[in-house]
């Protein structure tokens, strides 16, 4: 493939399968693809680099072995730069990675480094006065179950029969959102709604449940990111998203799966990645 490509490295070691010896063998791959990893930043003992960094020292790829959590700090932090960010699947649900590589793992996509020539593409996000989503937003009461998420990874039982009975609780009878100024769906609104940017716009869904039992359901879905398991309504595809919580009170808010502080009226609209990502699905 030419001449190597100086490559720095972003892990996270709590994210998915991040261990030392995936990570060694991941700079092995990277070495007989063409991409030489010069310096390997663990993630979040250590900061992600930034743009006069790397530009200082000639990076030619930014490569992130990590979830989306952590994708969103490094991806972000290096926006306005003139290199090309690779984003290999790391965590739990790898949306980002999924959306440029397709449902593979990070071995694989290397694999195929080895053979292609990546394109670089600035895919569509999601912009708002938080900052931008790479891989999409939560709103609503439904914004708790990440708590619930949280308990679970620290493996703390206790903590987590505690936060799930305060989630359904709030699920059930927490200030619901509404997709305001166009025709979006219930007009009572929505125990959670997914704003996930597309190449033509924002697509649009609001989950909602009738039982407690259902909100139980509902929660796991939420837990895992895996919201097309819970029964929902498709509100479409906007350029831009307005999310209000008629009763005027602060509304629950994930971006990329971390807790932002929401306001009552949130504005979300599409916007281009403002650095270029190397994209491998359907690429020969």
Known sequence: MGQAKKTWLVCNPHSGSNDDDAVAQLEIALQAAGYHVERTIRFPEQRPPTVPCLESER????????????????????????????????????????????????????????????????????????????????????????????????????????????????????????????????????????????????????????????????????????FRSGPHDDLGMHQQVHLVCPEGEEMGLLIDGEPFDGGAEELFRLAACEVDLLETADAR
Request: proline share 5%.
């Open 59 to 226: 990076v030619d790829v930014l490569a992130v072995f990590a979830g989306d959590g952590t994708l969103h700090t490094a991806v972000t932090t290096v926006f306005g730069w003139q290199g090309a960010v690779l984003v290999l699947p790391g965590g739990t649900m790898n949306f980002l990675a999924k959306r440029l590589h397709g449902d593979v793992p990070a071995a694989k996509i290397v694999e195929k480094l080895a053979s292609i020539e990546p394109r670089r593409v600035r895919p569509g996000i999601v912009h708002s006065r938080h900052g931008p989503g790479l891989t999409g937003v939560l709103a609503g009461p439904g914004a708790i179950w990440n708590e619930v998420r949280e308990a679970l990874r620290a493996s703390s039982i206790r903590e987590m029969v505690a936060t799930t009975k305060e989630a359904i609780a709030r699920s059930a009878g927490g200030p619901k959102v509404v997709c305001s100024g166009v025709d979006c769906g219930r007009e009572d609104g929505y125990a959670a709604i997914t704003v996930t940017p597309r190449e033509s716009g924002l697509e649009v869904k609001g989950y909602y449940a009738e039982t407690l039992g259902d909100y139980a359901g509902q929660g796991i879905a939420l837990i895992n990111r895996n």
